[in-house]
């Protein structure tokens, strides 16, 4: 499978924001739905977002709804998420991945997910 590898996790203090962004290669984004997971040690990956090949469509787990976007630049082949307002539950290790469709992306196993980056939020 294609692996992708996630960039510009921090630490930020509650209510601040950050910028994810994913790099892989052009094979890697063409065609495919690209997504964010993120996940605390010793607990299950959850599905944070994803967006369709197109741009055109996109999802996004509940919690987050309203505060991050993700977006996807095919001519830079990146993807990124905009994280605001960012709160402490929000701290994680967040991942990316392609998959065929975001429907396909809201269950992908763990061996889809690529490197991931830190993202911790202080209270």
């Known amino acids: 499978q294609v692996q992708l590898v996630a960039s510009g996790g921090g630490l930020v203090q509650a209510g601040g924001s950050l910028r994810l962004s994913c790099v892989g290669s052009?094979?890697?984004?063409?065609?495919?739905?690209l997504g964010w997971s993120r996940q605390v040690p010793g607990k299950q990956r959850e599905f944070v977002a994803a967006?369709?090949?197109?741009?055109?469509?996109?999802k996004y787990t509940d919690s987050v709804e309203g505060r991050f976007t993700i977006s996807r630049d095919g001519a830079k082949n990146t993807l990124s998420l905009q994280m605001n307002n960012l709160k402490p539950e929000d701290t994680a290790v967040y991942s990316c991945?392609?998959?065929?469709?975001?429907?396909?992306?809201?269950?992908?196993?763990?061996?889809?997910w690529g490197q991931g980056t830190q993202v911790t939020v202080s209270s």
């Open positions: 991945a392609a998959a065929n469709n975001i429907a396909t992306m809201t269950s992908l196993s763990d061996d889809y």
């Open positions: 052009g094979r890697a984004f063409r065609g495919y739905a």
């Open positions: 967006i369709s090949w197109s741009g055109g469509s996109t």
